[in-house]
């Protein structure tokens, strides 16, 4: 059996820029969002407008993941390919996961609103109820999972193992991510409603 070192060319600058982008983009989004948490520095910077602040992370995350994904797309040209990985199965295997991927990521976006996607809730712009819908019933973070499948079914469709090297990188790095944003998010819920009951006990 060929060693993983054989399908995967490690001395390409490339893959390491790969690597080096996918881990950013979480790193970049998580302090971004918690400078603005603690110290409205996004807000500030948008002129004391939240939604503008939000908006403008937003789009920064977005252009963030176009180059993300230009950037692996690349580094999986310099890459070897793997017999096992060309044909028909694994093409109508890899088609399947980038538009299931897609849908994930497409229907989630449609659920939460821009606002909602772009960690909206740090900057105090909070969902009016919790989403439970579709995707949200498949799984609870249809972001990073559509986002994981498309970089696993464009790894396959261009037959190079290298990209499943990345995809892991992808999908460690998302875990990663939300060990640091579930407890958080669910705080910044938690603590509103905390603040709606002692209003509403006020009122009585
Ligand atoms: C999720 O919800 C959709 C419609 O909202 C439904 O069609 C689908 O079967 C549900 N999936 C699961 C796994 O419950």
């Not at 310099?78 to 399947?96: E, M």
């Not at 497409?106 to 772009?118: H, K, Q, V």
């Not at 079914?153 to 999908?171: D, M, N, R, S, Y």
């Amino acid at each position: 059996m060929a060693s993983l070192s054989s399908y995967v060319d490690f001395s390409q600058p490339s893959l390491w820029l790969s690597i080096a982008s996918i881990l950013f983009n979480p790193t970049f989004w998580n302090i971004a969002a918690r400078s603005e948490y603690h110290n409205k520095t996004l807000t500030r910077l948008a002129g004391g407008n939240a939604l503008y602040g939000c908006y403008a992370l937003a789009a920064t995350i977005f252009c963030l993941g176009l180059v993300r994904d230009a950037i692996y797309e690349r580094a999986l040209r310099f890459q070897p390919a793997h017999p096992a990985l060309l044909g028909f199965v694994p093409q109508a295997l890899a088609a399947g996961l980038v538009v299931s991927g897609n849908v994930l990521v497409l229907t989630s976006m449609w659920a939460l609103g821009i606002t909602g996607t772009y960690l909206g809730d740090y900057f105090g712009i909070l969902m009016d109820e919790i989403v439970t819908g579709f995707p949200f019933n498949v799984t609870g973070s249809p972001m990073y999972w559509g986002s994981t499948m498309s970089f696993a079914g464009t790894a396959i469709w261009f037959g190079k193992p290298a990209g499943l090297v990345l995809t892991f990188v992808v999908f460690a790095a998302y875990s990663v991510a939300l060990r640091f944003e579930d407890p958080f998010t669910a705080e910044i819920y938690a603590k509103r409603e905390r603040e709606q009951k002692a209003g509403s006990k006020k009122a009585k």
